[in-house]
C-alpha cells in the first residue's frame, strides 16, 4: 500500500488539536468529581473538574473550527471525506470491506471510503460530546445542583463519552497496527513541514 495523501496544513493542526484535547479530556475525566448537590470533593477531583471545563470550551472552539474548514476545504479533506454518503463514497466503503474481508488494510489518507467514514462518525461522537459539554459549562450552577435542562444534558453528555471512548480506543489501536504494516498514515498527518 501506498499513501500519497499531502494533507492541508490546517486539517493536520485541527486533527492535532482534537487529538489533544479529546485524550487530555477523557484522562481527566478518570480522577475529576462533578460538583454534586452537598458532596465533598477532593481538591485534586474540585480542579480535575475545572480544568476538563476550560478544555471542554477549546475543544468546542476546535470542532466548531474544524466544521468550519471541512465544509470548506478544497483538498481531499472536507465533508465528502468524513461522510462519504454519495454514490461515489459509499462503493469506495463497499470496497474497503471488501478489502478487509481478505485481510488488508484500506488505504489511508484522504480517499475516503472507509477510513473517512470512521473518521466522520468519530467527529460525529467528538462534536456530541463538545456541544453538551459547552451546553453544561454555562447551564450547570457551580453548586451542583442541577435542574432537569442540566440533568438531560448530563446524561446525553455521558452517554456519549462511551462512544468517544470506544473511538479513541479503536482508533489509537488502527494507527499501532497501520505503523506496524509499515503504512506512513501517523506521519503523513502529523508532518508539519
Known amino acids: 500500500m501506498t499513501e500519497t495523501t499531502v494533507w492541508a496544513r490546517q486539517t493536520r493542526f485541527l486533527h492535532l488539536g482534537l487529538a489533544m484535547t479529546i485524550s487530555f479530556q477523557l484522562l481527566?475525566?478518570?480522577v475529576m468529581a462533578a460538583p454534586e448537590d452537598g458532596e465533598k470533593r477532593s481538591v485534586i477531583e474540585s480542579l480535575s473538574f475545572e480544568v476538563h471545563e476550560w478544555v471542554g470550551m477549546a475543544a468546542?472552539?476546535?470542532?466548531l473550527a474544524h466544521w468550519f474548514w471541512s465544509v470548506n476545504?478544497?483538498?481531499?479533506?472536507?465533508?465528502?471525506?468524513?461522510?462519504?454518503?454519495?454514490k461515489i463514497g459509499r462503493a469506495s466503503v463497499m470496497e474497503d470491506l471488501r478489502q478487509l474481508k481478505n485481510r488488508k488494510l484500506p488505504e489511508g489518507g484522504g480517499k475516503g471510503g472507509l477510513p473517512g467514514f470512521v473518521h466522520g462518525l468519530g467527529f460525529l461522537a467528538a462534536t456530541g460530546m463538545a456541544v453538551t459539554g459547552g451546553v453544561l459549562f454555562f447551564i450547570l450552577p457551580e453548586d451542583?445542583?442541577?435542574?432537569a435542562l442540566a440533568e438531560v444534558f448530563h446524561n446525553i453528555h455521558g452517554f456519549i463519552a462511551n462512544f468517544v471512548w470506544a473511538y479513541w480506543g479503536g482508533h489509537l489501536a488502527t494507527a499501532i497496527l497501520h505503523k506496524k504494516m509499515g503504512h506512513d498514515t501517523v506521519k503523513n498527518m502529523f508532518n508539519f513541514r
Not at 451542583?144 to 435542574?147: D, E, I, L, P, T
Open 60 to 63: 468546542l472552539l476546535i470542532v
Open 28 to 30: 481527566i475525566s478518570l
Open 144 to 147: 451542583g445542583s442541577k435542574n
Open 73 to 86: 476545504a478544497q483538498d481531499n479533506s472536507g465533508i465528502r471525506h468524513l461522510f462519504p454518503w454519495g
